[in-house]
C-alpha cells in the first residue's frame, strides 16, 4: 500500500524528486503519522535518512543534511524527498514508511547516482 517512485540514474551533482502515496490508507489514519524516508544501500542495512512530523517538522541524517528536503500532503496521502546535490554514496532503495515502521514496506525506488 505504500507505493514509491521518482528514482532513477543521474549523474553526481544532480536531483531527483521522491514520491511515496499510501494509496489505501485514509486520511484519519495518514494525517496523525510522522512518516521517513529510509534508505538501503547495496549491502547496509535499512536506514532513515529523512523524517517529518504530523505537524511538519523535519529532521535529516547529518550525512543528507542541506541537500534533502521532505515534505509532505495530507489530503494527498502523499510525502516527497527533494534531493539535490547527488552523492555516489547516496546510491540505494528508497523507501518510505512510519517512523514506527507500522506499514507494510512498499518495492521500493532505486536511485543510482554515478561519479
Known amino acids: 500500500q505504500l507505493v514509491e517512485s521518482g528514482g532513477g540514474l543521474v549523474q553526481s551533482g544532480g536531483s531527483l524528486r521522491l514520491s511515496c502515496t499510501a494509496s489505501?490508507?485514509?486520511?484519519?489514519?495518514?494525517?496523525?503519522?510522522?512518516w521517513g524516508w529510509y534508505i538501503q544501500a547495496p549491502g547496509k542495512q535499512r536506514e532513515l535518512v529523512a523524517s517529518i512530523t504530523k505537524n511538519g517538522v523535519t529532521n535529516y541524517a547529518d550525512f543528507v543534511k542541506g541537500r534533502f528536503t521532505m515534505s509532505r500532503n495530507n489530503s494527498r496521502k502523499t510525502v516527497w524527498l527533494q534531493m539535490n546535490g547527488l552523492k555516489p554514496e547516496d546510491t540505494g532503495v528508497y523507501y518510505c514508511?512510519?517512523?514506527?515502521?507500522?506499514?507494510?514496506w512498499g518495492q521500493g525506488t532505486q536511485v543510482t547516482v554515478s561519479s
Open positions: 514508511n512510519t517512523l514506527e515502521q507500522s506499514q507494510a
Open positions: 489505501r490508507m485514509i486520511f484519519s489514519t495518514f494525517s496523525p503519522l510522522d
